[in-house]
């Protein structure tokens, strides 16, 4: 008896143990977790496409850290239970080792993963030697991706346009990371020659794409007579050029809508760069070297022009102007650019609905490209041929470089030949190239061009938080407290010798005054495209009040139509507040019409501001044209392809032998209990003996 | 869990019920009837069993105690369904062709406790095998691989037992005899809450414990539907 209670007691125990640890939980959470990371997506061009793709139902791979190159091996040679996923750190993604999995297979190889440990990284650079090859001038000299000497970027492996038959996924954060290699080294992580037969640690990675081949194919696919469920395959690469003038344009009247009549003696001096950057990778990128910088001079530039040029009616010419164009979409084959030469030329910029008069290139009396300013020591002054015009520019620019009064010790060398970088100009100098063509651009220094790794320390940005106003024009003397080799200097230092240079252009007169441009601008201009878009800069910018930034840098990839194009936004905004003129008298009710416009200031007050800027499409002619030639080269093709989602998750991959072992279970359980019902039914009537005489075929 | 697995499990749980409803229930519709019948006075109790979770909003995360009623519920519906089949027992004769299922009063009980096994088996089973599409098993974060073979495995238990104790339920009403009553409510309930040790993962345990519960039931319900060892002696050397 008292064993009995013995065992009772222990049964309740246990009962009230489990009752106390059972809890509802869903089995599925049990299985997976979900890994957050960015995806690498197709893009595709004319005649191929690029990029990545999972299968339909989600690659599945089994996790394998790669830490040295020999770990890859394994994975090469006859992997024991394919197909395998490598975790690969940045300094192993190379183009040798990328091209080995791909020929690996599908089969062996399912997935790659890049996972953010930089700490061996020397350089990553996923473009062409020659960016953009194909859409500029087309000569030998102009870019030879043979010879990293006169490439355009030497650390270049082109993997950005590459066809990867795997999804690659970046998984940038850490604490990601660790479930991932946690997950390795408790299942997968020993005796590897039994991996065949126990349960291992996988991902599965989902990105379908929807378009393949080519632009040419999918867009057809799109329009397709019989496409009725109307889905889309892919769209072109789309975003908006910003631009503004320096001097407030007048609006033409309604009447004058007639070309010949809109066609005006004004001239423009064209300053532009680049808005948008690239990268592999789904959302990450910011472009902080090959592209912010040059923005960031353009901004200056407009600002330190706008603060110090007399009024227009004073200039020695009163048609000239200063046209700021920063065009979208230039990392892919010149979208912006192109499209902005296309519209020119058909008379068609402004677009009607700004109501100002057309701009043609007989308006335009030379154009100055802000190209990539890497190393600011040795910034050249590009052009095709050595006119008077480059001549002059050349000896302003480097009058004020080296002046002693402002202490830039800054060397502005030339050079005039076909040798010339891929910067917008080349859009221009492909459709004449007599087009008066300056760029200014440095020798490349970038090894992390258009990647991921383009971001605030590649640039070396630390932000000063001055709180100061960036609007107000310091002495060349008040550095505001940033070293001399800061970002912010080099910035203050570039943008106050352009600015100079073309005012001596405009005006006739060398610029003798003390004023530069102010480092904190640039420090709050690199915060808010690099850190953070809730910044000082960008409310100042903004309509009093209105809802504040993501707490994260604007993404600056060119993207689709309606696609987030806060780089542009963020872009026309900064512009317009820095290019406008402060109208004290009006009050805010009557600031409502464009081109008044209302903006918070430094202060945030709000202000009533006359301002000039305005977007233009940035949307290759490639898709306007009927009938284009999608192989011809002639404009940029690039289409974006449409996915439903990303997502991964890690999980275990039960092994064959214990899938083959349940699923035979299962088989033999179900033929025994066939033909045992079978027998029993059959002879029920033996069995169950005490039924009544009736009921003895009872189970018929 | 993957498709091989699936169809183990699948099999594994159902194969021997499948056998069953083959060749004892398909060939009389007036038993498919029954069998369906009893399904649905299942689900009513589940719904009960649900309405009383979801209104003891302090309690939901107590498993046990919406087990207890769980079982309380079913036992409930198992004698009403009880009452509603022998009362309905006069009409049942007049429609059937078949007059075995109302000759014999253990073919109703055995029938009814088939189909309270299978939707109960069902609700158990389903619930694990819709989160399991996709590639992945069991064992990442907790949990072995074993997990979807044993849920399988109890599912089985379960429908069996159903079966076992319907036919014991039933016949104890008819005599009077409490004990088997006590014992049909006890068990079930004993190995409801034995299941819950599955959340430590004592799957040989409560496996072991289950079928060894269910084996006994059997031997019950084989006694109490006329068998004698007498007569499986026959049965096996073919007499």
Not at chain 1, 268 to 290: E, K, N, P, Q, Y
Not at chain 1, 591 to 607: D, K, M, Q, R, S
Request: hydrophobic fraction near 40%; include cysteine; aromatic fraction near 12%.
């Amino acid at each position: 008896m008292e064993k009995r209670v013995h065992a009772a007691a222990i049964w309740l125990l246990m009962l009230l143990h489990g009752a106390a640890f059972a809890q509802g939980e869903r089995t599925r959470d049990k299985m997976y977790q979900p890994i957050v990371g960015a995806g690498c997506f197709r893009r595709l061009n004319g005649t191929h496409q690029t990029g990545c793709s999972s299968t339909h139902a989600g690659s599945v791979g089994v996790l394998h850290l790669i830490n040295v190159e020999a770990d890859l091996e394994f994975l090469l040679a006859s992997p024991p239970s394919p197909p395998y996923a490598p975790m690969i750190p940045p300094h192993l993604f190379t183009r040798r080792n990328l091209l080995r999995l791909i020929e690996a297979g599908p089969s062996n190889i399912s997935v790659v993963l890049l996972i953010n440990k930089p700490e061996k990284m020397k350089q990553f650079s996923h473009e062409l030697n020659c960016p953009n090859q194909y859409s500029s001038l087309n000569n030998s000299e102009t870019c030879d991706a043979s010879n990293p000497a006169t490439s355009w970027n030497p650390w270049g492996t082109g993997l950005l346009h590459e066809d990867f038959p795997f999804p690659i996924y970046y998984i940038a954060d850490t604490e990601e990371i660790s479930k991932l290699e946690k997950c390795f080294l408790k299942f997968n992580n020993f005796n590897y020659e039994t991996h065949a037969l126990r349960s291992l640690c996988a991902i599965e990675v989902k990105s379908f794409m929807s378009a393949a081949v080519s632009s040419e194919v999918c867009i057809r696919r799109t329009r397709f007579i019989n496409n009725l469920s109307g889905s889309k395959y892919c769209d072109p690469l789309e975003g908006r050029n910003v631009y503004a003038t320096v001097y407030p344009r007048n609006v033409s009247s309604v009447e004058a809508e007639e070309t010949e009549l809109a066609i005006t003696s004004e001239k423009f001096i064209l300053v532009t760069c680049r808005l948008d950057t690239a990268s592999m990778f789904d959302g990450v990128g910011l472009g902080a070297m090959d592209s912010l910088v040059g923005l960031s001079i353009l901004t200056q530039v407009a600002h330190l022009l706008r603060e110090l040029l007399p009024p227009q009616s004073s200039l020695p010419d009163n048609r000239r102007n200063v046209l700021f164009v920063t065009f979208n979409g230039e990392s892919y084959d010149y979208i912006g650019s192109q499209r902005f030469v296309y519209d020119v030329e058909r008379f068609a910029f402004p677009k009607s609905s700004a109501r100002r008069n057309l701009i043609t290139f007989d308006n335009i009396e030379f154009m100055l490209d802000i190209g990539t300013l890497d190393d600011i020591a040795n910034i050249k002054l590009h052009a095709l041929s050595g006119t008077p015009l480059a001549q002059k520019l050349l000896q302003q620019l480097n009058n004020y470089a080296q002046s002693p009064r402002y202490g830039f010790n800054l060397n502005i060398q030339s050079e005039m030949s076909y040798h010339i970088p891929p910067t917008s100009a080349q859009s221009f100098l492909r459709r004449d190239p007599k087009f008066p063509a300056l760029i200014l651009n440095a020798k490349p220094a970038n090894k992390y061009y258009h990647s991921i790794y383009d971001d605030a320390d590649n640039v070396v940005f630390n932000y000063g938080n001055t709180s100061q106003d960036f609007t107000l024009l310091p002495d060349v003397g008040d550095t505001k407290n940033f070293k001399a080799d800061s970002l912010q200097m080099k910035v203050r230092n570039v943008s106050s010798i352009v600015a100079m240079a073309l005012y001596e252009t405009l005006t006739g007169k060398e610029y003798t005054g003390s004023k530069v441009a102010n480092p904190v601008l640039a420090d709050e201009f690199f915060y808010c495209f690099l850190l953070s878009a809730d910044c000082p800069l960008f409310k100042a910018a903004s309509y009093p009040g209105s809802p504040k930034g993501l707490p994260m840098p604007p993404m600056r990839y060119v993207s689709v139509l309606g696609g987030p194009q806060e780089s542009s936004g963020w872009t026309y905004r900064v512009l317009g507040y820095l290019l406008s003129q402060k109208q004290p008298k009006i009050p805010k009710d009557n600031c409502t019409i464009l081109p008044l416009h209302y903006f918070a200031g430094f202060n945030g007050v709000g202000e009533c501001r006359l301002t000039t800027q305005n977007y233009s499409s940035a949307l290759s002619p490639a898709f306007l044209i009927d009938d284009y030639d999608w192989r011809s080269g002639n404009y940029s093709t690039w289409t974006e392809s449409t996915w439903s989602l990303f997502s991964a998750r890690i999980f275990l991959r039960p092994s064959n032998v214990h899938q083959v072992t349940t699923l035979s279970v299962g088989i033999v359980v179900l033929i025994v209990s066939f033909c045992v019902v079978y027998i029993i039914s059959s002879r029920s009537e033996v069995l169950f003996e005490d039924l009544p005489a009736s009921n003895a075929a009872l189970f018929g | 869990m993957t498709l091989p697995e699936f169809f183990g499990c699948t099999f594994i749980a159902f194969g021997p019920p499948f056998a069953l409803f083959v060749f004892t229930i398909a060939n009389d519709p007036l038993r498919i009837i029954i069998l369906i019948a009893a399904a649905f006075f299942w689900l009513l109790s589940l719904l009960l069993s649900s309405l009383l979770w979801f209104a003891m909003i302090p309690l939901r995360d107590v498993l046990a105690f919406g087990v207890f009623f769980s079982v309380v519920f079913q036992e409930c519906f198992r004698y009403i369904i009880y009452r509603i089949l022998r009362s309905t027992e006069q009409g049942l004769q007049a429609v059937a062709e078949d007059t075995r299922v109302t000759d014999n009063k253990h073919i109703l009980s055995y029938v009814s406790g088939l189909g309270f096994g299978i939707i109960s088996g069902m609700f158990a089973l389903v619930n694990v095998l819709a989160d399991m599409s996709g590639p992945g098993t069991m064992g990442l974060q907790s949990g072995t691989e074993l997990f979807f073979v044993t849920s399988a495995a109890q599912a089985l238990s379960i429908i069996l037992l159903h079966t076992f104790w319907s036919v014991i339920f039933f016949n104890a009403c008819d005599t009077n005899n409490y004990l088997h009553i006590a014992y049909v409510v006890g068990s079930h309930l004993f190995v409801s809450l034995l299941t819950l040790l599955n959340a430590s993962e004592l799957y040989t345990a409560t496996l072991l414990t289950n079928y060894i519960i269910t084996i006994l039931t059997g031997l019950l319900a084989f006694r109490v539907a006329g068998g004698t060892s007498r007569s499986f002696k026959k049965f096996v050397t073919c007499q």
